[in-house]
């Protein structure tokens, strides 16, 4: 790629950011615009609108960006949970050190009682009530009599809450569950019973710590072993599928990179790519953007893989579906592009290790303008465009012209989709800083930009759902380890092709030490992720013994865990069916 390219493309993206941020100053004090821009100040009831007209709200501000650069960790702990602390970390990490040293979403049922009939009837009964003037009418069949809409939406949803009671009413009656909630009086019991193996059999009486209620994903909660481990290889097998099947717009994007390559593949385009300008946009810009919007469709996608994986956890089906889209992204935007895509090419780098170094020595540095391009397109407009949020302000202009009266919902930040990208960005970073050392000044601009743009969303939009008391950390610390070994394979590979034996010879223990490191905190840190100490359970039991607010816990505890399948829906006005009992005394 060549500089004007590289500049073309610094400068389209840079125009973009300053539009992003300009943009986004001027809608989030447009009151119309609170529910996108400060939802969870809306919620918390800390923010109100001003209905009165001020010509203040159209000019661009820059008090937001003071407001949350200053805003702590302890602010971020308090709000938002340890976990948001941690995605802060991963932009603020220990980086600069290393910079400068070398499904199915969900079962029918569930379906059903959240997202189908009953809600939409119950929403467009609340509108056709807030404007009776507008009332309207619906004839029953060709010649049949006219109903009044609103008594017609009435009695529908009356006939669908009585057919989901008599569900649950079947599924009340279930003579045994395979699966269950058991509650302890102490955080030692429950730890003991976790780790005691319950049957001769190891998969017949599988035990897991339970989730947060909130965290709870109940599709497979009482799936049988067989069941979770036969949707784990399903998922692996999709997973492998569609790694290979990216590789072809990775193809594509390299292709765009090669003038002479386009020209090839396109002949009828030769006199257009003859212009300066338009040669420079399509493979200094171009190539990252398409690259882009391939990888748009991943994190959802693996994160409905992961969904169908066999988790009981939203949390453990977000780290899983983390963990995917960071190595899906390793193996296809880094090795793919560096290997220019072949699939062939990279299984045969892979199955001789001892060429690695020297390979990589050679093909990664060739791809740095590409990486840099890809660092201002990735990194920097996708980062601005998170401020204005483009689809939720769409969707709240849609709802608003067509006057829906859809709740308020608080939307908590996607780790998924924005973990992997740090990481590949630190990635970048670590291997690149000594064969071009002009892509940090672009990655720390990403990444001041990410601090103050994700601190502005946490303290304003984004509102946790659940904790997992920040066992995102293990993804980001093996993801730092590999990025270091990758690192002193290009050391040694470029050693060895500069004949310089002593520097290369000199470089070999570094891997080494590094992975010993690796295994000193798979020891010593791991398992503070995995389950707490016994002795800190015991600590707390003997705290909370007196104390009287954990009889109200207990009490609590009995009806946290509600499988949606079995909760009743309120929609009706007709409160007498709500009252009366699932299972009535001439079934018991």
């Known amino acids: 790629m060549l500089v004007s390219a590289l500049l073309t493309s610094l400068g389209i993206n840079s125009g973009l950011c300053v539009l992003f941020f300009i943009l986004y100053s001027i809608l989030r004090n447009q009151p119309s615009n609170y529910e996108v821009y400060v939802p969870r100040l809306l919620v918390e009831g800390n923010s109100k609108r001003r209905s009165h007209f001020n010509l203040e709200r159209l000019i661009p501000s820059t008090g937001w960006i003071k407001r949350a650069w200053k805003l702590s960790e302890e602010d971020i702990l308090s709000s938002s949970g340890l976990d948001a602390v941690v995605f802060m970390r991963v932009i603020t990490f220990r980086l600069w050190i290393h910079f400068s040293a070398v499904y199915i979403l969900t079962i029918f049922v569930c379906y059903l009682l959240y997202h189908n009939e009953a809600k939409t009837l119950y929403k467009r009964l609340l509108h056709l009530r807030s404007e009776p003037s507008q009332h309207k009418y619906i004839r029953i069949g060709f010649f049949g009599q006219k109903v009044d809409l609103v008594d017609h939406y009435e009695k529908k949803l009356e006939d669908i809450e009585q057919n989901l009671r008599l569900e649950q009413s079947d599924l009340s009656l279930a003579d045994e569950t395979r699966a269950a909630f058991v509650s302890f009086k102490s955080r030692y019991g429950a730890a003991i019973a976790f780790h005691i193996q319950q049957s001769i059999n190891p998969i017949q009486w599988i035990t ?57 593949w396109f002949p009828f385009l030769k006199s257009i790519l003859t212009i300066t300008f338009v040669s420079q946009v399509i493979t200094g810009y171009l190539p990252s953007l398409i690259l882009q919007l391939f990888l748009k469709i991943v994190p959802p996608i693996m994160e409905f893989l992961s969904s169908i994986q066999g988790y009981i956890s939203h949390s453990d089906i977000e780290k899983s579906a983390c963990n995917k889209v960071l190595w899906f992204t390793i193996w296809n935007i880094f090795f793919a592009t560096v290997f220019s895509g072949s699939v062939l090419y990279l299984v045969n780098i892979f199955l001789e290790p001892k060429d690695i170094p020297a390979k990589l020595a050679v093909a990664v540095p060739a791809q740095a303008s590409f990486f840099i391009a890809y660092v201002v397109t990735s990194g920097w407009t996708s980062t601005a465009s998170e401020l204005c949020r483009i689809i939720p302000l769409i969707y709240s202009l849609v709802t608003r012209f067509c006057k829906s009266t859809d709740e308020l919902e608080v939307p908590s930040l996607p780790y998924h989709r924005d973990i992997p990208r740090i990481l590949f960005f630190a990635l970048l970073g670590i291997t690149y800083f000594f064969l071009a050392p002009l892509i940090l000044p672009f990655l720390l601009m990403y990444l001041c930009l990410a601090y103050i743009i994700f601190s502005n969303q946490f303290k304003n939009v984004y509102m946790p759902k659940y904790e997992t008391a920040g066992k995102f950390w293990p993804i980001v610390h093996n993801s730092m380890i590999f990025s270091l070994v990758l690192m002193h394979a290009i050391s040694i590979g470029i050693f060895t092709l500069k004949k310089l034996s002593i520097a290369s010879t000199l470089v070999f223990p570094l891997p080494v030490l590094t992975l010993l490191f690796n295994e000193y905190c798979r020891k010593r840190f791991l398992p503070i992720f995995i389950a707490y100490p016994a002795e800190v359970l015991m600590k707390k039991d003997k705290e909370e013994a007196n104390d009287p607010a954990m009889a109200e816990f207990f009490d609590k505890l009995v009806t946290a865990y509600q499988d949606p399948a079995l909760l009743p829906i309120r929609y009706s006005v007709n409160s007498n069916s709500l009252n009366s009992p699932l299972i009535s005394s001439a079934d018991v």
Do not use: H
């Not at 109940?218 to 999709?238: C, D, E, G, T």
């Open 208 to 264: 897991e710590l339970a989730p947060e209620p909130d965290d709870v994903y109940w599709p497979f909660f009482s799936s049988s072993f067989m069941r979770r481990w036969m949707s784990k290889l399903v998922v692996v097998v999709a997973c492998i599928l569609l790694t290979i099947l990216f590789l072809i717009p990775v193809v594509v994007v390299q292709g765009l990179t090669n003038l002479s390559q386009l020209e090839i």
